[in-house]
C-alpha cells in the first residue's frame, strides 16, 4: 500500500483552513449521533516515529466531548501483559457503545517492531496477522466502527524531525531508540509496514494512510476520513452480518439425550480416590507454575447439576495463590455495553495461573439465544467467534479445558425439592429456576447444537454424568489431570 499510494493534492490554504473548520464542528456533531445511536468507535493510529500522530491527535479531538471518548498511548507491553495472550491489552481497550477510544499505537505496532527485530518468525508473524484480521472482523461484526490511520514521512522528513527533536532539551525526551533505529533502516521498514498494511487491509476495516509532512493537512485527512467512517457507520448499522463457516476442526460428540446417566460410585472408592487425584492435582500445579502455562477450565450445565462442588473439589487441590474462581452472572451496564467477549478477556488468567468459570462466554448461545436477549444474526455468529477466542487462547499456550454437566430432568427436580425444602439451601433455587425448568426441551436443543459446533480438537467438550455427583467429581480430576500432563 504505501509503495503504490498515491497521495492526495493538498489544497491551499485558505481552502484547507476553511475545510478544517467546517470538519471539526461535523466530527463534534457526528460524536453525539454516535452516542445517541450507540455505536462504538475505536480510533488505530500508527505511523512512523516523529510523524505526528500526537500533535495531531490533539488538534482532531479538540471540539469533541472530553466525556465520551478516551486515549491511551499504547507503549511496549508490560511484563504483566506479556503474561496475557497477545490481543489481551487491546481486546480490554475497546470503547463502550456511543464512546471513542483513540490508541496511539497499537497491535500493528506491536507485531512489526517484534518482526522487524526477529523476535518474530515467519511463521508466528502470520498466525499474528490471523488473529489480528478476526479480532477486526469480530468487532465490526459486533457493531464497532474500527478506523486504522497510518501516517507516513519519508525518510529525509523524519530523519529532520529527529533531530529537531533531539536538539531541543525540552522535546528530546520524545525521541526513543527505536525512532532512530526506524530511520536507520528506513528502508526495512518501509517493507513491512507495507506488507503488513497489504496484509490487513480489509473492507471492513481499511487503512487510511495520511500524508504527514503538513501537519495541518494531516489533521483535515484524519478528520474528513473519520466524518465518512461515521457516516457510513450509522447508515449499516442495521444491516444483518453473514454468518461465516466455522474453519477450525471439530471432535465428533454425541447427543445429550444419548448418553447414559447410571454411572455411579460408591462412597469409599470416591473418598480414596478424591483423595489420590487432588494429590495429583496440587503437584501438576507446581509444575505448571514453573513452566508458566496457563489453565482454564470453563463449566456449564444444568441448573443443580452440581457445578459449585465439583469446581470446590478442583479447587480445594489448588495453591489459593495460583487460581480464580470466576461465577459468572448476567452482564453489568458496562459490560452490556461492549463486545460480549470483553468481560472474558478481562478474566484470563496468567500464565503459570489457573482460572475456572462457572458459566462462560457459551451465555451467547443458550440463555441469550432463547430469552432473546440478542438477536438471531448475534447468536449464530457466536458460534465462530468463540471458537476464533478459543483458538487464541489455544496459541497462547493455555490447557482449556470444557465441562457440561449433565442430569436428567427427574434428578434436576429432586434437586430442586430439596434445596426448596431446606431452609439453608433455599438461596440457591429462584424463580427463574422453576422458569427455565419449563424450556428444558429448548435448551436441550440449543446446548447440543452448541456441543456440535464448539467441540474444536484445541478446545473440545467433555460431558460429566452427574446424577452421581460424586461419579463426577472423580471424572473432572481425572480429566483436569489428563489434559494438564498432555499439555507438560
Not at 439465544?369 to 447468536?379: A, I, K, Q, T, V
Not at 425448568?437 to 467441540?455: F, G, I, P
Not at 467433555?462 to 452421581?468: A, G, I, K, T, Y
Not at 483436569?480 to 500432563?485: A, P, Q
Request: glycine share 4%; with cysteine.
Amino acid at each position: 500500500m504505501l509503495k503504490n499510494w498515491n497521495k492526495s493534492t493538498k489544497p491551499e490554504t485558505e481552502e484547507l483552513e476553511q475545510r478544517l473548520k467546517e470538519a471539526r464542528v461535523q466530527l463534534a456533531q457526528r460524536q453525539i449521533k454516535m452516542k445517541e445511536k450507540k455505536l462504538p468507535v475505536l480510533v488505530l493510529l500508527e505511523g512512523w516515529g516523529a510523524a505526528g500522530k500526537g500533535s495531531v491527535l490533539g488538534k482532531v479531538i479538540r471540539d469533541m466531548d472530553p466525556r465520551f471518548f478516551k486515549v491511551a498511548d499504547m507503549g511496549n507491553p508490560t511484563e504483566e501483559e506479556k503474561r496475557k495472550p497477545f490481543l489481551y491489552r487491546h481486546f480490554i481497550k475497546i470503547p463502550e457503545t456511543g464512546k471513542f477510544q483513540f490508541l496511539d499505537g497499537g497491535w500493528m505496532d506491536e507485531v512489526t517492531k517484534a518482526y522487524l527485530r526477529g523476535d518474530l518468525k515467519e511463521e508466528k508473524y502470520k498466525e499474528r496477522i490471523e488473529s489480528i484480521i478476526r479480532f477486526e472482523r469480530q468487532l465490526t461484526d459486533n457493531g464497532y466502527l474500527v478506523m486504522k490511520f497510518f501516517f507516513h514521512i519519508d525518510e529525509k522528513e523524519q530523519k529532520k524531525r529527529l533531530s529537531q527533536l533531539l536538539e531541543d532539551k525540552n522535546t528530546k525526551w520524545r525521541v526513543t531508540e527505536d525512532d532512530i533505529w526506524q530511520n536507520k533502516n528506513y528502508n526495512q521498514c518501509l517493507q513491512i509496514y507495507n506488507q503488513y498494511l497489504n496484509d490487513t487491509h480489509r473492507s471492513t476495516a481499511p487503512w487510511y494512510i495520511i500524508d504527514s509532512k503538513n501537519k495541518k493537512w494531516a489533521q483535515l485527512q484524519m478528520l474528513e476520513f473519520l466524518i465518512r467512517g461515521i457516516d457510513t457507520a450509522m447508515m449499516n448499522s442495521t444491516y444483518a452480518v453473514p454468518v461465516l463457516q466455522n474453519p477450525f476442526p471439530l471432535k465428533s460428540i454425541p447427543q445429550l439425550s444419548d448418553i447414559p446417566l447410571d454411572k455411579v460410585l460408591e462412597e469409599e472408592e470416591y473418598k480414596e480416590e478424591l483423595q489420590q487425584y487432588q494429590g495429583r492435582l496440587s503437584e501438576l500445579h507446581n509444575k505448571l507454575y514453573r513452566k508458566k502455562i496457563p489453565v482454564i477450565i470453563a463449566y456449564e450445565g444444568w441448573d443443580a447439576a452440581g457445578k459449585g462442588g465439583n469446581i470446590k473439589r478442583i479447587a480445594s487441590a489448588l495453591d489459593p495463590r495460583g487460581y480464580e474462581v470466576h461465577p459468572i452472572a448476567s452482564p453489568e451496564p458496562y459490560e452490556k455495553a461492549r463486545h460480549y467477549l470483553w468481560r472474558f478477556w478481562n478474566r484470563l488468567p496468567k500464565t503459570g495461573h489457573i482460572a475456572i468459570f462457572d458459566r462462560t462466554w457459551y451465555g451467547r448461545v443458550m440463555v441469550e439465544r432463547l430469552e432473546r436477549f440478542c438477536s438471531e444474526n448475534d447468536w449464530q455468529r457466536a458460534y465462530n467467534e468463540i471458537n476464533e477466542f478459543e483458538k487464541e487462547l489455544s496459541d497462547w499456550g493455555a490447557v482449556i479445558i470444557k465441562f457440561w454437566v449433565q442430569i436428567d430432568q427427574d434428578t434436576q427436580l429432586e434437586r430442586f425439592t430439596l434445596r426448596q425444602n431446606t431452609p439453608e439451601k433455599q438461596w440457591k433455587i429462584t424463580e427463574e429456576d422453576w422458569r427455565n425448568r419449563e424450556k428444558w426441551d429448548l435448551y436441550e436443543e440449543a446446548v447440543n447444537e452448541m456441543l456440535k459446533k464448539t467441540s474444536t480438537t484445541f478446545a473440545p467438550w467433555h460431558v460429566l454424568e452427574s446424577n452421581d455427583k460424586k461419579y463426577a467429581r472423580i471424572k473432572a480430576l481425572k480429566t483436569v489431570i489428563k489434559e494438564i500432563e498432555k499439555k507438560l
